[in-house]
């Protein structure tokens, strides 16, 4: 059962109803694609690990998201600007 909020007048559900178990799966394929990536203990760019995987930079920021929660891990993820907006991220494991 999808949870909701409400935001502004809008109501969210926290997963898309049409979202069956390929969309979730596909997240995981992301998940393990990023991992294999991150877990180096380099410093990345969201570009970087992009072009490594073939994901988008957007489902990229959402797999790093995904590793500081506990489900997932609970890994350190930090985040540090290098200029102008462009940042780098780098997994303590």
Request: no cysteine; charged share 35%.
């Amino acid at each position: 059962m999808a949870l909701s909020f409400v935001f502004k007048g809008v109501k969210f559900k926290s997963m898309p109803p049409s979202w069956g178990p390929e969309e979730k799966s596909k997240a995981a394929k992301q998940r393990a694609r990023v991992r294999k990536v991150v877990m180096d203990g380099d410093w990345h760019t969201l570009a970087e690990i992009s072009e490594k995987t073939g994901d988008p930079e957007a489902s990229v920021s959402a797999r790093l998201r995904d590793f500081r929660k506990p489900k997932f891990g609970a890994f350190n993820v930090v985040r540090e600007k290098m200029r102008d907006g462009l940042y780098q991220y780098k997994v303590f494991v």
